[in-house]
């Protein structure tokens, strides 16, 4: 396929936006080098990267993004990690959850560590970067979707003159307690998305219910096509049919089904 095309107007979950940020989110695991040639071709003419280190108690130590800017709109993507480097931080409660945006609610204390190494730098280039009227968006898979989203959280809360126009995120593990979550679906509804494919094993952890995902969710479904509603029950049983398909390998179904790759195919596949 071309290179994508984004909208910068777009509104309510668009099937061509959801690939097209799929794609910017996947762009984010690639090198600097890679990351402003493939903007420059998307239209972009201005990137600003950022990298900060911090220090948590477990081995994920640094966030990775990168902002892109037209003259229409601007894109953060942030990076994700391996889902093994996140257990740690999954499976430990020792640590309290830290208070959120503007102080509401509160946001798993690893995500947050993630978050305030590198907000500082994002706001000053998405400050700086839009010198019209530009509209703001957030993206990112795996960790890099909890980031998008609390970024999204943080602009809104913190900085409300640059408020996103648009959030997708990509297998986002839960990140934050139920008063955020509701203070943010209050905010930013109809303009978020999250975008989770089938049996992916981050989108299931950390476990409830002190954490918990933002609504808006758009399930792909085992057979490949993008839902935004399921009864529960039809979920359960079309989970059973994704862990079913590959017979020599049913417990890797979760790790296969959170790869990038596997939403940008599953997202292409949906496109008008």
């Given at each position: 396929?071309?290179?994508?095309?984004?909208?910068?107007?777009?509104?309510?979950?668009?099937?061509?936006?959801?690939?097209?940020?799929a794609k910017a989110a996947e762009l984010a695991y690639g090198g600097r080098a890679e990351i402003e040639a493939t903007a420059?071709?998307?239209?972009?003419?201005?990137?600003?990267?950022?990298?900060?280190?911090?220090?948590?108690?477990?081995?994920?130590?640094?966030?990775?993004?990168?902002?892109?800017?037209?003259?229409?709109?601007?894109?953060?993507?942030?990076?994700?990690?391996?889902?093994?480097?996140?257990?740690?931080?999954?499976?430990?409660?020792?640590?309290?959850?830290?208070?959120?945006?503007?102080?509401?609610?509160?946001?798993?204390?690893?995500?947050?560590?993630?978050?305030?190494?590198?907000?500082?730098?994002?706001?000053?280039?998405?400050?700086?970067?839009?010198?019209?009227?530009?509209?703001?968006?957030?993206?990112?898979?795996?960790?890099?979707?909890?980031?998008?989203?609390?970024?999204?959280?943080?602009?809104?809360?913190?900085?409300?003159?640059?408020?996103?126009?648009?959030?997708?995120?990509?297998?986002?593990?839960?990140?934050?307690?139920?008063?955020?979550?509701?203070?943010?679906?209050?905010?930013?509804?109809?303009?978020?998305?999250?975008?989770?494919?089938?049996?992916?094993?981050?989108?299931?952890?950390?476990?409830?219910?002190?954490?918990?995902?933002?609504?808006?969710?758009?399930?792909?479904?085992?057979?490949?096509?993008?839902?935004?509603?399921?009864?529960?029950?039809?979920?359960?049983?079309?989970?059973?049919?994704?862990?079913?398909?590959?017979?020599?390998?049913?417990?890797?179904?979760?790790?296969?089904?959170?790869?990038?790759?596997?939403?940008?195919?599953?997202?292409?596949?949906?496109?008008?």
């Amino acid at each position: 396929m071309s290179a994508p095309t984004l909208n910068h107007l777009a509104t309510g979950y668009d099937a061509r936006q959801a690939y097209c940020l799929a794609k910017a989110a996947e762009l984010a695991y690639g090198g600097r080098a890679e990351i402003e040639a493939t903007a420059g071709e998307w239209g972009f003419d201005r990137v600003r990267h950022h990298h900060s280190t911090f220090k948590p108690p477990f081995a994920i130590s640094d966030t990775q993004a990168y902002t892109m800017a037209s003259p229409t709109m601007i894109v953060t993507a942030f990076r994700g990690t391996e889902p093994l480097q996140l257990r740690d931080w999954f499976s430990d409660t020792t640590i309290p959850p830290w208070p959120g945006p503007a102080k509401t609610g509160l946001v798993h204390y690893g995500f947050a560590a993630a978050l305030r190494a590198v907000i500082p730098s994002v706001v000053a280039s998405v400050e700086e970067l839009r010198d019209g009227e530009q509209t703001v968006w957030f993206t990112g898979h795996s960790l890099g979707g909890a980031l998008a989203m609390l970024a999204a959280a943080w602009l809104h809360f913190e900085e409300p003159a640059l408020s996103a126009h648009g959030v997708y995120t990509f297998g986002q593990p839960r990140t934050c307690n139920n008063v955020l979550v509701k203070a943010y679906d209050r905010a930013l509804a109809g303009r978020t998305f999250r975008v989770v494919n089938n049996n992916d094993i981050v989108a299931q952890v950390p476990p409830g219910p002190v954490f918990r995902h933002v609504a808006a969710l758009r399930y792909i479904d085992s057979a490949g096509k993008v839902r935004d509603s399921m009864p529960r029950v039809s979920k359960l049983l079309d989970r059973a049919r994704g862990l079913t398909a590959d017979l020599l390998a049913p417990a890797a179904d979760g790790m296969r089904d959170h790869l990038m790759k596997a939403y940008v195919a599953a997202l292409e596949k949906n496109l008008p």
